[in-house]
């Protein structure tokens, strides 16, 4: 993620160093306070610390009352889907999407997500461009979730290998908006474990934990869709191709 718009004052773990359980538990319940301000960012995105039992982490906090209105989205719902794709997300085994959870804060209820910091090493054009399993996983998971807006400055690459997504505000839209700069794969056969994966993401929103949650978040209608998208990996066994309806790129690309 960018630095914030003034370094932060807080002495604060950056990188997850704990389970995802503890993560969320202090994401809902620590005391929130804003430290600075994300200013390249669209909508009002807040850096802050999280502080529970003494433990004190960085996160991101996007209020409700800070989205900017969208002409094809309703208003109103970018952190309920953000919290929305951290759930797919979870259900995948991935962990694709840092904690994130929808809680009230110093501007009101909004989305909650933990701060990662990322490898500042790596050239991030040539992640975007790489055939690296853990991308592909994310070019998955993006046509899962409909994300209308992968750009290559959304991945966040850790000194593990493991790579995070973030700013998912524009996911699950019924109709289809894949714009992502991930088509290396297009046309291309799903891996063996993406196959897996998604039988058991059509599962869960068929008649489990996932769906029951997804419903609390989205529409019966988006949810119904990611079924349909879910199912329609499964039965065409391949990455998507760009729509000829809809821009295949998000602008500007990183």
């Given at each position: 993620?960018s630095?914030?718009?003034?370094?932060?004052?807080?002495?604060?773990?950056?990188t997850?160093?704990?389970?995802?359980?503890?993560?969320?538990?202090?994401?809902?319940?620590?005391?929130?306070?804003?430290?600075?301000?994300?200013?390249?960012?669209?909508?009002?995105?807040l850096?802050?610390?999280?502080?529970?039992?003494?433990?004190t982490?960085a996160?991101?906090?996007?209020?409700?009352?800070g989205?900017?209105?969208?002409?094809?989205?309703?208003?109103?719902?970018?952190?309920a889907?953000?919290?929305?794709?951290?759930?797919?997300?979870?259900?995948?085994?991935?962990?694709?999407?840092p904690?994130?959870?929808?809680?009230?804060?110093?501007f009101?209820?909004?989305?909650?997500?933990?701060?990662i910091?990322?490898?500042?090493?790596?050239?991030l054009m040539?992640?975007?461009?790489?055939?690296n399993?853990?991308?592909?996983?994310?070019?998955?998971?993006?046509?899962?979730?409909?994300?209308?807006?992968?750009?290559g400055?959304?991945?966040?690459?850790?000194?593990?290998?493991?790579?995070?997504?973030?700013?998912?505000?524009?996911?699950f839209?019924?109709e289809?908006?894949?714009?992502t700069?991930?088509?290396?794969?297009?046309?291309?056969?799903?891996?063996?474990?993406?196959?897996?994966?998604?039988a058991?993401?059509e599962?869960?929103?068929?008649?489990?934990?996932?769906?029951?949650?997804?419903?609390?978040?989205?529409t019966?209608?988006?949810?119904?869709?990611?079924?349909?998208?879910?199912?329609?990996?499964?039965?065409?066994?391949?990455?998507?191709s760009?729509?000829?309806?809809?821009?295949?790129?998000?602008?500007?690309?990183?």
């Open positions: 993620m630095a914030p718009e003034s370094e932060p004052a807080v002495r604060h773990s950056h997850p160093v704990m389970d995802d359980e503890r993560a969320l538990k202090l994401l809902r319940d620590g005391r929130l306070d804003v430290v600075g301000r994300l200013v390249e960012a669209t909508n009002l995105t850096y802050c610390s999280v502080t529970l039992a003494g433990r982490v996160c991101v906090y996007k209020p409700v009352r989205e900017r209105p969208l002409w094809d989205f309703p208003d109103g719902t970018l952190a889907r953000e919290v929305a794709a951290f759930e797919v997300s979870q259900a995948t085994g991935w962990q694709i999407v904690p994130t959870v929808y809680r009230d804060g110093p009101g209820p909004g989305m909650c997500q933990l701060w910091d990322t490898e500042r090493e790596i050239d040539r992640l975007v461009r790489s055939r399993p853990v991308v592909r996983r994310m070019a998955v998971f993006d046509a899962v979730v409909n994300n209308a807006d992968r750009k400055g959304h991945l966040l690459p850790l000194p593990t290998g493991h790579v995070y997504g973030v700013d998912h505000g524009v996911c839209a019924a289809d908006k894949l714009r700069v991930l088509w290396q794969w297009r046309g291309k056969p799903l891996a063996r474990e993406a196959v897996a994966v998604l058991k993401l599962r869960e929103l068929e008649s489990g934990a996932l769906g029951r949650r997804l419903r609390e978040l989205l019966q209608a988006e949810v119904e869709a990611t079924w349909q998208r879910v199912r329609r990996l499964l039965d065409t066994g391949v990455h998507p760009p729509s000829e309806d809809w821009p295949a790129i998000p602008w500007p690309p990183i």
